[in-house]
Nanobody
Framework: VQLQASGGGLVQAGGFLRLSCRAASGTISDIFAMGWYRQAPGKTRELVASVTNAGATAYASSVKGRFTISRDNAENTVYLQMNSLNLEDTGIYFC???????WGQGTQVTVSS
């Protein structure tokens, strides 16, 4: 499945963004668990949120209560609603299946003070 992330941008602290991850080829319903990952400047990529086909979700402690992940298999898309953004949320956001090894370009999120 080829995945394309979009929706990033420049936002002030306290603001919000909604990221989308669409399958350009293949279907995300074939992937049991989808995740949003973040790579902050100078840091390794980390998993911030995941959602299974059954709708079970999990979040990194740093984003819990602020981010919401969802998936719409009919639209072949996974979303990440990000609220109350802070400076530490800056980074490139990628989507992938959990355990996936092929990465798309990601989408840049920059939070300014």
């Amino acid at each position: 499945v080829q995945l394309q992330a979009s929706g990033g941008g420049l936002v002030q602290a306290g603001g919000f963004l909604r990221l989308s991850c669409r399958a350009a080829s293949g279907t995300i319903s074939d992937i049991f668990a989808m995740g949003w990952y973040r790579q902050a400047p100078g840091k390794t990529r980390e998993l911030v949120a995941s959602v299974t086909n059954a709708g079970a979700t999990a979040y990194a402690s740093s984003v819990k209560g602020r981010f919401t992940i969802s998936r719409d298999n009919a639209e072949n898309t996974v979303y990440l609603q990000m609220n109350s953004l802070n400076l530490e949320d800056t980074g490139i956001y990628f989507c992938n299946g959990l355990g996936g090894t092929v990465w798309g370009q990601g989408t840049q999120v920059t939070v300014s003070s």
